[in-house]
């Protein structure tokens, strides 16, 4: 029987150089020295690391931002005050003692502020990244009850279609409208912008159906017009309008992050 000699134990060294080996410069941090192929700790390429370094220049930390509820209850208390500010220079209507005790005009009001309310808290979930399909169905919502109040003004409440004088009315609920909306637009896109939206034109548009909306029901309590071309024309359309010229104000200032560029 013939035995074999064992192989004799080699200790293992250290792996030869790979011919295809390339030095590269030290960085991220310091971590990788000159002729190392990638970083220590991580496996991944000093070059990724440097490009990971000039992506991360000039960033700072931030802080999370306040929850969707405590953002809507700030909105709500500012516009309160914004109430407060309006009525004290503006009276309210001749009639809302008559109209106050009719139940078709409560509920319109109710579902114009509603609406707002929605709309609104849509427009704060679109300023937090991927918070948009949370708040599309508050904003269709708000939607459907703009124009269920739409509705209840033509089919609840008395109108006439004589006497509109054009210009004259144009000049003050119109514009009363676009002041109040723009003021609580901006309220609102403080908040929004400090969420840093992704898609900044859309939360610019929701915020201003909410902000328009909170103009439509201030009109509402001071104007006392039945006149359907004034309603239709100075109430109700500056909604429509006016938030789709604030997406376009939105996408310049609601994400300001988006038009920062990199440091050289």
């Known amino acids: ?24 410069r030290q960085g991220f941090g310091g971590q990788a020295a000159s002729g ?14 440097q490009a990971v370094e000039r992506l991360a220049s000039g960033l700072r930390p931030v802080k999370s931002p306040m929850p969707i509820w405590g953002q ?4 709500v208390a500012g516009m309160g005050a914004l109430a407060a500010l309006v009525f004290s220079r503006l009276s309210l209507r001749g009639d809302l003692s008559v109209n106050g005790s009719a139940l078709v005009f409560d509920f319109m009001v109710f579902l114009i502020f509603a609406g707002a309310a929605l709309a609104a808290w849509g427009a704060l979930d679109a300023g937090i990244p991927g918070g948009e399909a949370k708040g599309k169905w508050k904003v269709g919502s708000a939607m459907l009850l703009y124009g269920l109040a739409f509705l209840l003004f033509l089919l609840g409440q008395p109108w006439e279609t004589a006497g509109y004088s054009f210009h004259i009315a144009f000049s003050s609920c119109f514009v ?13 896109g403080l908040l929004i912008r400090a ?3 992704l898609d900044s034109r859309r939360a610019g548009v929701w ?13 509402t309590l001071h104007c006392g017009s039945h006149n359907l071309a004034h309603i239709c024309l100075e109430h109700f359309l500056p909604v429509l309008a006016y938030s789709w010229l604030t997406g376009w104000l939105g996408y310049r200032w609601l994400c300001p992050w988006k038009r920062k560029p990199l440091e050289k």
């Open 1 to 24: 029987m013939k035995w074999k000699n064992p192989k004799p134990r080699t200790e293992k060294g250290p792996p030869s150089p790979s011919p295809y080996a390339i030095p590269l």
């Open 72 to 75: 809507w209850l700030l909105w």
């Open 207 to 219: 915020a201003g159906i909410s902000a328009f909306l909170v103009g439509l029901g201030f009109i």
């Open 195 to 197: 969420n840093a939206p």
């Open 176 to 188: 009363a409208v676009f002041l109040v909306g723009l003021v609580s637009w901006m309220g609102l």
């Open 36 to 49: 190392d192929k990638r970083l220590r700790g991580t496996g991944m390429p000093v070059v990724h690391g």
